[in-house]
């Protein structure tokens, strides 16, 4: 089974902090996801790598940066804290086989920015 | 430009009922769809998904959805619904160019179940 781990479930900072969000997979999947869950808003993607040291943004990069120095870790970065960031965080991973990526998800951090 | 619409933002069922969560997509080629469902507190994880052939496809926990081409639908369907699934559900359609495999998401349903 593919599994998707999150460093934290929980996590409060005060603003302006620096905060690390950290995901691991363990499939050597070349596909990594970050993306926030706001209620009546579904998931929307904030950054994603298709490989060590690639980045993309996605619909919503504005206050947050990401880190691919190893293939099965993906780190999200909000680099000073907003209380506007206070949300879910999800991470996914994926692969890409005969045109067909099914992305699978980490159980989530949930952020409160004070 | 792609985009998701789930009409119905809570749904109640009775245990036993059958169930129907609607999801119809924007998408200029032949689509990727994917539901999947998040239990409270928890992740996403994946209940079925469609790339391409039969248009009925199953999924875990006795899901099924149908591929309408002529209506850009994917509705999910359970014909007896149980009290554990409540949870809230996400319809997904592929967006991706190349192989990145970018999913645009719905707002997704969340489904009460009375006993």
């Known amino acids: 089974d593919v599994k998707v781990t999150q460093s934290s479930r929980y996590l409060v900072k005060r603003t302006g902090e620096k905060v690390f969000l950290e995901c691991v997979q363990d499939m050597d999947h070349e596909n990594m996801f970050w993306y926030r869950q706001d209620p009546g808003l579904g998931l929307r993607l904030i950054y994603f790598?298709?490989?060590?040291?690639?980045?993309e943004k996605g619909d919503i990069p504005e206050g947050y940066s990401v880190s691919r120095e190893k293939k099965e870790r993906f780190s999200l970065i909000l680099e000073s804290a907003s209380t506007n960031q206070t949300s879910m965080y999800l991470c996914a991973s994926s692969f890409t086989y005969a045109g067909q990526d099914t992305q699978y998800f980490g159980p989530g951090t949930r952020l409160t920015v004070l | 430009a792609q985009s998701v619409t789930q009409p119905d933002i809570h749904i109640t069922v009775s245990e036993g009922a059958s169930l129907e969560l609607r999801c119809n997509y924007s998408?200029?080629?032949?689509?990727?769809l994917f539901w999947y469902v998040q239990s409270p507190g928890q992740g996403l994880q994946l209940l079925l998904k469609?790339?391409?052939?039969?248009?009925l496809v199953q999924g875990i926990k006795g899901f099924e959805a149908e591929f309408k081409r002529s209506q850009s639908s994917f509705n999910l369907r359970k014909p007896s619904v149980h009290w554990s699934d409540a949870a809230e559900y996400f319809c997904?359609?592929?967006?991706?160019?190349?192989?990145?495999?970018?999913?645009?998401f719905g707002q997704g349903t969340t489904l009460q179940v009375k006993p």
């Open positions: 997904a359609v592929g967006a991706g160019s190349g192989n990145t495999g970018k999913l645009i």
């Open positions: 998408y200029g080629a032949t689509p990727y």
């Open positions: 469609y790339f391409s052939g039969d248009t």
């Open positions: 790598s298709y490989d060590v040291k690639m980045k």
